[in-house]
């Protein structure tokens, strides 16, 4: 009966892990925070795997990973907002000023293909293609 119960519950965890896939180290940064937090989330709180995770004994495991994971969040938030504050000019302001070149550009490439008297500009590629944008 425990070997039933053996299989039955190294299958469990071996299909959750499966479900997330095998490449959570190559993802980035907070997708790999996402999907780690996802998969200890059902490691916590859906039965079959609750009873799993008991039967072979690896709550310490998963306290670990859970520990090591908020460890490295904590640190990586941490160097976020220590490279936001050394960075005088934010996001937001760079974005602001390539809109504005953006616009002034478009309102150019529109006032030149205005101007071409001939029925296809040579500008109609630059516009179709902003407006693909």
């Known amino acids: 009966m425990v070997a ?3 299989w039955l519950y190294s299958f469990q965890i071996a299909l959750y892990i499966t479900l997330y896939g095998s490449g959570i180290p190559r993802l980035n940064y907070q997708a790999e925070t ?11 709180n859906k039965p079959e795997l609750v009873y799993a995770i008991a039967f ?3 709550s310490d495991w998963v306290n670990e990973l859970k520990d090591a994971k908020g460890q490295f969040n904590a640190k990586f938030l941490f ?11 934010p996001i937001k302001s760079k974005r602001e ?3 504005a070149a953006y616009y002034a550009l478009r309102d150019r490439i529109n006032a030149l293909h205005l101007l071409t ?4 500009s040579r500008y109609s ?3 179709n293609q902003f407006n693909a944008l």
């Open 34 to 44: 996402a999907t780690l937090n996802n998969l200890i989330r059902d490691w916590e």
């Open 97 to 99: 000023e390539t809109n």
């Open 117 to 120: 008297e001939t029925p296809l």
């Open 125 to 127: 590629t630059v516009i």
């Open 56 to 58: 072979f004994d690896l």
């Open 4 to 6: 039933r119960y053996n």
């Open 79 to 89: 160097r976020t907002q220590e490279y936001d504050d050394a960075n005088p000019d």
